[in-house]
């Protein structure tokens, strides 16, 4: 049965500016961006966002350009406003072990309160400790306690000086020793030589009163020795007990500034309690020395270090929960990381040297990560998975292999954190997770599934007008009129090849939107119009069209065998799609089948020779079943058959050419020449219904260029199943054409549709016929059957001989 050919009007979808309530988009900037055909999403969205559960993460999977990022990003910024602002976090050090750094919840600001009230303790003990051991006070207790013990120990030497010179010995102190010498009958002390001089007996007794003298001299340190130490315990305590007060006031003060009640106030009273006693236990390293005054003020500066205030996350100015996103989402940048110094070829840190990662930075809020960018590191991967597990972040140094070994380690305490994860990845990575990694699933339990298309009304245009006007806000671009969004909106139902549905992917209409503002201001234009947006998509085209243009002139330059007029037999113009990436276009091939008698059945040369995909060849392996069943009553069948796509050397994948390849067949076996102004599209299944195909406008139009290339004489056209004629969103010159009746665009629901326009003849039967009896004669099914039947006689005739 021949179907009328497509009328213009159904080639395409127009929207006719009038239609838009608006002249132009800054009408419109009032308006918020909604979530353009991502009800679903948004739905999913929102109540994962609200879920303070654990384990209800957001798992977000999308294409890239729908929005998923920057959709997310808005909406769980617009959550986090309505949250508290989390308490801030700083690392102090830790009094009895220092390698593990204390870790301080505070609340927001005060951690940055608290640092500056220990820098001011620092100044303060530096100015007011040496003014008050300096005072009259202090002076007059310590000399009192200095003077008790020399009055002992002055008592103590002059008996133990009597001692020595009753045994003709002179004492006294040199450099903090005690030294003695011999005295002579002159009265001076005797030199080596005179004491060498001596009488043996005079000797002897020389050397007894020295050991007695020795021995003396021992008793006396065993005495003064704990004289000394009391001394140096009264002035230590009566240091402190002067300090004391100050350190009492200052550290009222630090408590008295942080007023807000914090969970973790034992922690830092304990904390402040330590830096108290630390100070008072070190009060002598604020006296100035005369000898070693360098190593002091070293030894004081590595003192008043300890007491500084770590704030590895400030939240003092945020309003709201925070929302990170982290692009580089390796382990220091989630996880945090401590940082080194070196000196003299080693490497130094303390508590000061940590630094917070995202996970804590996001804590009472949401963090925002890409799957494909995470998975490029395994460690962080399997760190964040144990992170899941327990809700605890660690900070750890890099391993041996990443630095040398640094001369102090740090392990800072673990922190809780509690952060909504939102991962965004693609389809294929999210269930290629879910079968790899099933506890992956028991902690994304939230899934924000982006659609790349959907229905289209006028409430979902109106909506995309919203999103262009606030583009063109914010780059500072010229609005666009009611015909350019018009021309904008064709395009986004031709990016998904429908006239129902319109393309999600609004960074494609971003870029389109960019592209006919630049096209707007090269002519100098206030706003945007359709013939902006035309311009846009030409050059679009033309960037990238090279391919595509030396595909069709070699065509026309007869390289590429395809024939555009006349008829032939065992022969078709199939259509492609050609798919680089970044642009599509179409293309014909020529299909063609060769018969004979035998019994190697049918053979698609592509399939044996390892060019073609597993899509294809179903689609060959359907057309075996179609064929075995039309001529089932015909059966065994003694067919040998080949069916090529000439020239295609690349490979082919698809099943959209499976009716140009019966075609050619049934051509061949029948006898019956085929028009070759016709090229042909269409997926068979094995009722002989024709199913839709994909990159429909692409392979029409790649037709259309190479006949009009050739010259249109008003016969040429496709065939394209009936089924995709709502996919159809052509060209505006094909469009033409077909208005002024030099192109055609055909339908075909079954393969009988086909068969009467390529061959002109009926096919003999259709869909819903009883098949397993003979077709009419004069048929393209009755001439094939004969043919069958005269390779099955010829096949066994040779078989007899």
């Known amino acids: 049965m021949s179907r009328a050919p497509l009328q213009p009007a159904q080639l395409r979808l127009t929207i006719e500016p009038a239609s838009l309530p608006f002249a132009d988009t800054s009408e419109l900037l009032a308006q918020p961006v909604p979530w353009i055909g991502q009800q679903r999403a948004e739905q999913a969205a929102r109540f994962g966002l609200s879920m303070d559960q654990a384990d209800y993460h957001l798992f977000v999977l999308g294409e890239v ?11 769980a910024r617009e959550v986090a406003a309505t949250r508290p602002v989390p308490p801030d976090l700083c690392y102090l050090h830790n009094f009895d072990t220092p390698e593990r750094p204390r870790a301080l919840r505070m609340p927001p600001g005060q951690g940055r309160e608290l640092r500056q009230l220990m820098q001011q303790l620092c100044r303060t003990l530096q100015r ?34 009597a001692f020595a010179e009753q045994r003709r010995f002179r004492l006294y102190r040199e450099g903090g020793h005690l030294v ?55 002035l ?39 830096v108290q006693h630390d100070v008072l236990e070190h009060v002598e390293l604020f006296l100035p020395e005369e000898g070693g005054e360098g190593e002091r003020q070293a030894a004081l500066a590595d003192l008043l270090s300890r007491y500084q205030v770590n704030v590895a996350v400030d939240n003092a100015t945020r309003e709201g929960a925070p929302v990170i996103v982290e692009d580089n989402p390796v382990v220091h940048a989630l996880f945090g990381s401590i940082d080194y110094q070196a000196e003299e070829d080693v490497l130094l840190t303390d508590f000061s040297r940590v630094r917070a990662g995202s996970l804590l930075r996001a804590h009472g809020g949401f963090l925002l990560l890409h799957l494909r960018d995470l998975l490029a590191d395994p460690l962080a991967w399997e760190k964040l998975r144990r992170f899941l597990r327990n809700g605890r972040v660690e900070i750890e140094e890099p391993g041996a292999a990443q630095m040398p070994i640094p001369a102090v380690s740090l392990r800072p305490q673990g922190v809780d954190v509690d952060v909504k994860l939102i991962l965004i990845g693609t389809p294929e990575l999210y269930y290629a997770l879910q079968e790899e990694d099933p506890e992956f699933a028991r902690h994304f339990r939230v899934k924000v599934d982006f659609t790349d298309s959907f229905t289209a009304d006028a409430q979902s245009r109106l909506a995309t007008a919203v999103f262009v006007a606030h583009t063109c806000r914010r780059l500072g671009l010229p609005h666009f009129s ?47 119009e359709a013939a902006d947006v ?24 007869g390289d590429r065998l395809i024939d555009l007029r006349g008829s032939r037999v065992g ?40 060019l073609s995909g597993p899509i294809h060849d179903k689609g060959v392996l359907i057309l075996q079943g179609l064929l075995g069943a039309l001529f089932a009553h015909v059966a065994p069948l003694a067919l040998s058959a080949s069916i090529v796509f000439e020239q295609e050397y690349q490979g082919i994948e698809g099943d959209s050419a499976s009716l140009a390849e019966l075609l050619a067949l049934l051509s061949s076996l029948a006898d019956l020449p085929l028009r070759q102004d016709i090229a042909v599209t269409g997926a068979l299944n094995q009722h002989g219904e024709i199913m839709p195909v994909g990159g429909i406008n692409e392979k029409i139009e790649g037709w259309f260029a190479v006949c009009e290339a050739a010259g249109l004489d008003g016969t040429q056209g496709v065939l394209i199943p009936e089924r995709n004629t709502r996919h159809l969103m052509l060209g505006k010159r094909v469009v033409a054409a077909v208005e002024e009746g030099l192109f055609h665009v055909h339908t075909a629901r079954e393969l009988g549709d086909a068969l009467v326009l390529l061959g002109g003849m009926p096919a003999g039967w259709s869909i819903g016929e009883a098949l397993g009896q003979d077709f009419p004669p004069e048929t393209v099914l009755g001439r094939v059957q004969h043919t069958l039947r005269r390779y099955r006689r010829a096949c066994r005739r040779a078989t007899r001989r």
Request: aromatic share 4%; hydrophobic share 40%; charged share 30%.
């Open 236 to 274: 230590t305590a009566l240091r402190r007990q002067v300090v004391k007060p100050l350190l009492d006031h200052e550290m009222q003060t630090i408590r008295s500034g942080l007023r807000k009640q914090i969970k973790d106030t034992v922690k830092l009273n304990q904390y402040l309690d330590q």
């Open 571 to 610: 022969q078709v113009n199939g259509l492609t799609q050609v798919d680089m990436g970044d642009w599509r276009f179409g293309l014909p091939v020529r299909v063609s089948a060769r018969t004979h008698a035998g019994h190697g059945g049918l053979v698609a040369i592509e399939r044996e020779v390892a």
């Open 534 to 557: 035309a311009l846009a998509l030409e050059g679009r085209r033309f960037r990238h069209d090279h391919p595509a243009q030396r595909m069709r002139e070699s065509i026309l330059l």
């Open 180 to 234: 003695f010498t011999l005295i002579g009958e002159d009265g001076k002390a005797m030199t080596a030589d005179e004491a060498r001089a001596l009488p043996r007996e005079q000797r002897a007794e020389m050397d007894q009163a020295e050991q007695e003298l020795r021995a003396e001299i021992a008793q006396f340190l065993e005495k003064t020795r704990p004289m000394a130490r009391v001394m140096h315990e009264a």
């Open 482 to 528: 009611a015909g350019a969004v018009a021309a904008l909106l064709e395009e986004a139902h031709r990016e998904v090849d429908d006239q129902t549905r319109q393309s999600a992917l609004f960074a494609r209409t971003e870029a389109l939107v960019m592209e006919s503002a630049a096209a707007c201001h090269g002519r100098r234009g206030r706003l945007v």
């Open 128 to 161: 007011e400790v040496p003014l008050r051991l300096d005072g009259d006070d202090f002076k007059g207790e310590s000399e009192r306690i200095e003077g008790s013990y020399k009055s002992e120990e002055s008592r103590a030497f002059a008996e133990l000086e």
């Open 65 to 75: 350009g729908s929005g998923r990022s920057s959709l997310l990003t808005q909406l």
